[in-house]
């Protein structure tokens, strides 16, 4: 059962990643493997600034702000220097290495005995209820927001650049401006994974950003197949299965782990798993018409 809760806890944790991809992959149709680098960007200024006695708001605060100056400049090389988005997000992240290693100091950083969010707000007597809860508060609060923003006019603008850059330029709306704010706003939200999952597993290290964009594209791919399955409309609810996407695709992982699956076979059963929930419905299509 604690096994479970644990592949629950991260896949809420990671949920704030996922809905940033889906910034990015499906509104913007961006490629964007910054991802890796402000993952740990995050997880990194949470790491030094707890260790430092911050305050948890001046923490999240600072880390919204790294991960979207992350966006930002990914966001400028791409709109400013007509380099191809994904060429972009591949140079920011392997900048962002040694950022993120200047920001640490050293590989690896433990957080054994700092507070973290999840013993401030707690509320059960057992830890992994209270990493539970406050991540589902802290995805709530963040689908809830994302879900407003997106309906309102400058949300409307963000996906009309996503669908036609050609009909939003004849409406006077600035693309690359729009470009370089929906990438800061995904970084934004990559980098509040990191400040959660750094505090779930109690460090941070330099490499555990690397890979992250897969799982995360995997999460948003489970999450869009199950929209095209339901054919769901609503934003709030587009989101919501992305979300459920990112939780399934962990618990996916756990279920293989304890089936007994060599854990170097993972990669393959991940792939596998990904490649059914997204190939089959098409299949179908193809087969029926």
Known sequence: MIFYLSALTMGLCL???????????????????????SYTMGAAVTAVLLTQGWSLPAVIGITVAAGA??????????????????????LVMTGLYSVNLTILGRS?????????????????????????WVSLLFLILLGGLLSYMLRTDFGLAM??????????????????H???????????????????????QHYTDINMGIGIVLVGLGSVLIGDALITWLGVQRIWL???????????????LALALSLGIDPNMLKLVT???????????RLIRSAAS
């Open 15 to 37: 949920s704030a990643m996922g809905l940033g991809i889906y910034i990015t992959m499906k509104i913007f149709r961006i490629p964007d493997i910054t991802t890796d680098g």
């Open 69 to 90: 100056l992350a966006g930002v400049l990914t966001g400028l090389v791409h709109t400013r220097l007509k380099i191809d988005a994904l060429l972009a997000g591949i």
């Open 108 to 132: 690896n950083v433990p957080l054994l005995d700092t507070s973290s969010v999840f013993s401030a707000l707690s509320v059960f007597d057992k830890a992994i209820y209270n990493e539970v």
């Open 159 to 176: 996906r009309a650049t996503g669908n036609s850059e050609s009909m939003t330029r004849a409406l006077g709306i600035n693309n690359d």
């Open 178 to 200: 729009m470009k370089i704010i929906g990438l800061a706003i995904a970084n934004a939200l990559t980098a509040l994974s990191g400040f959660l999952v750094a505090q779930y």
């Open 238 to 252: 587009q989101l919501a299965l992305i979300m459920a996407g990112c939780i399934l695709f962990q618990l996916m």
């Open 271 to 281: 792939a596998v798993f990904v490649l059914s929930i997204v190939g089959i419905p």
